[in-house]
């Protein structure tokens, strides 16, 4: 057994339809394929239909599972209101939201025009905001019961980032409103609960991020404590269980999954991770010798 298997028993998610954004690439793919293989009936989403459709037809044909792929640029409030119909028309009721879809600039903030700032705020807090609010109203106003919402977030939620401020910004938001809905909705039957992963490599947003020699100088793996990456399957063994009824009781949770990366940086003392042991001998003998003559 080891954290690139899959986790959760076969039937775990039968029954439930999961509307993912951004689910025809990346993480937001790893995801969906695993949600159908545990039984969901899924609707990725995204602007790019066509990208959708062969995802959807990849997964479909990978796991046996229904997917449906719905044209949606969730920084558009009607265009959200016409994906969740479009959603239960066709599986006839609708029971996770996964707000995953995300846009980032990497780059000094003072560089980046007002609508550059506003596109990720927009994608990311405003897109949040629209699929949660459009699902909670629909779910809301029929009285469904046993509804979850669950939200990518990420570590510089809570520390900020330099260099992807209006990321760190939005994402900040998306944490407050998990957690506020999470008490406020709690009595509708919605849970509310986010991920934060840490470095989960993905071609389209990682070639991005770091181009070119960018990503051997910046080797991710090497501030992490484990010393290495994600694995897409661990987020996805994660997300499952989030969204399934085993979670029933998990709400307004943030879980991080970033093998200790964001404390790495926040621990005043370690990076004395670099003091190898001779000189720890030596500092100790030092510290030892001036507590003896004192
Ligand atoms: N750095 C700084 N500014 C940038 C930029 C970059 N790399 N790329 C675009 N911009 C600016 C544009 O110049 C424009 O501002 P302006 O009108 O003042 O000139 C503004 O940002 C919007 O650009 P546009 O290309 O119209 O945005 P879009 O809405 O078509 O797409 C994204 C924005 C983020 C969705 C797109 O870049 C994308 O698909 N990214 C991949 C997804 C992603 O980033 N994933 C990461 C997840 S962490």
Redo the contacts with the bound molecule.
């Keep these: 057994m080891d954290y690139s298997q899959k986790m959760l028993r076969d039937d775990a998610l039968k029954g439930k339809t999961i509307v993912i954004t ?1 689910g025809g690439s ?1 993480l937001g793919k790893a995801m969906t394929s695993y949600f159908m293989e545990l039984g969901a009936e899924v609707a990725i989403t995204s ?1 790019n239909l066509e990208k959708l459709e062969n995802t959807a037809k990849e997964l479909e044909a990978a796991t046996g599972g229904v997917c449906l792929p719905l044209q949606c640029d969730v ?1 558009e409030y009607e265009q959200v209101e016409a994906m969740l119909a479009a959603t239960v028309e066709k599986f006839g009721k609708v029971d996770i939201l996964l707000n995953n879809a ?6 000094p903030t003072e ?6 700032f ?3 705020i ?2 990311v807090l405003k897109g949040s905001k629209n699929c949660t609010l459009a699902f909670g109203k629909h779910w809301i106003d029929n009285k469904e019961q046993n509804k979850t919402i669950l939200n990518i977030v ?1 570590t510089y939620a809570w520390t900020g980032s330099a260099y992807v401020v209006p ?1 760190a910004t939005a994402k900040a938001g998306v944490l407050a409103m998990t957690r506020s809905l999470a008490v406020e909705w709690a009595k509708y039957g919605i849970r509310s609960n986010a991920i934060a992963p840490g470095p989960f490599p993905t071609k ?2 990682w070639d ?2 770091l181009p070119g020699d960018l990503k051997e100088k910046f080797d991710l793996a090497k501030k992490v404590p484990l010393k290495r990456v994600g694995d897409h399957q661990e987020l996805a063994n994660l997300a499952a269980y989030l969204v399934s009824d085993f979670a029933a009781y998990v709400n307004g949770e943030v879980i991080t999954i970033d093998g200790g990366e964001w404390l790495k940086g926040a621990g005043q003392f370690n990076l004395l991770e670099a003091v190898p042991e001779e000189m720890w001998d030596m500092l100790e003998s030092m510290i030892r010798s001036k507590k003896n003559n004192s």
């Design positions: 951004g990346g602007r920084r995300a846009g980032n600039f990497i780059s560089r980046l025009s007002a609508n550059a506003d596109t990720i927009d994608i990420t990321s389209g947003a991005r991020l």
